[in-house]
C-alpha cells in the first residue's frame, strides 16, 4: 500500500554531518506526521524527531541543538539533517509516517531503516 523509501545513511567521523532523506509513495490520501526513530545494537528503537504538516516538530532531548526534521508536504518527503554527528549517533534510522490510505484513519508505515556510523 504505502512505502518509505530512505536514504543518504553512511560512515562519517565525529563532528561530521549527514542527511537522511525519506520518500512515502503508494496509495497515499493524506500524511500526518512524519518522523524518524533509531535503535542502537542491544538497545530498544527510540524516538529522534517527528514533525506535522504545519511544520511543528518534536525532537529527543539527545539530539536537540545538532539535529534538524523537516518536510516537503507536496512530496510525502521528510528529511533529517545531523551535524556535530557523535558515536552514540551510530544507529539504524528509521523512517515513520501515519498515512491515511483510504480507510478514514492514519495508519503507521515504516521504512526499511538506514545505517548510520559515526567513526573516525
Known amino acids: 500500500q504505502v512505502q518509505l523509501v530512505e536514504s543518504g545513511g553512511g560512515l562519517v567521523q565525529p563532528g561530521g554531518s549527514l542527511r537522511l532523506s525519506c520518500a512515502a509513495s503508494?496509495?497515499?490520501?493524506?500524511?500526518?506526521?512524519m518522523g524518524w526513530y533509531r535503535q542502537a545494537p542491544g538497545k530498544q528503537r527510540e524516538l529522534v524527531a517527528t514533525?506535522?504538516?504545519?511544520?511543528?516538530?518534536n525532537y529527543a532531548d539527545s539530539v536537540k541543538g545538532g539535529f534538524t526534521v523537516s518536510r516537503d508536504n507536496a512530496k510525502n518527503t521528510v528529511y533529517l539533517q545531523m551535524n556535530s554527528l557523535k558515536s552514540e549517533d551510530t544507529a539504524v534510522y528509521y523512517c515513520?509516517?501515519?498515512?491515511?490510505?483510504?480507510?478514514?484513519?492514519?495508519?503507521?508505515?515504516w521504512g526499511q531503516g538506514t545505517q548510520v556510523t559515526v567513526s573516525s
Open positions: 503508494g496509495s497515499i490520501v493524506s500524511v500526518n506526521a
Open positions: 515513520n509516517a501515519e498515512v491515511d490510505v483510504g480507510s478514514g484513519w492514519y495508519e503507521d508505515f
Open positions: 514533525i506535522i504538516p504545519d511544520g511543528s516538530t
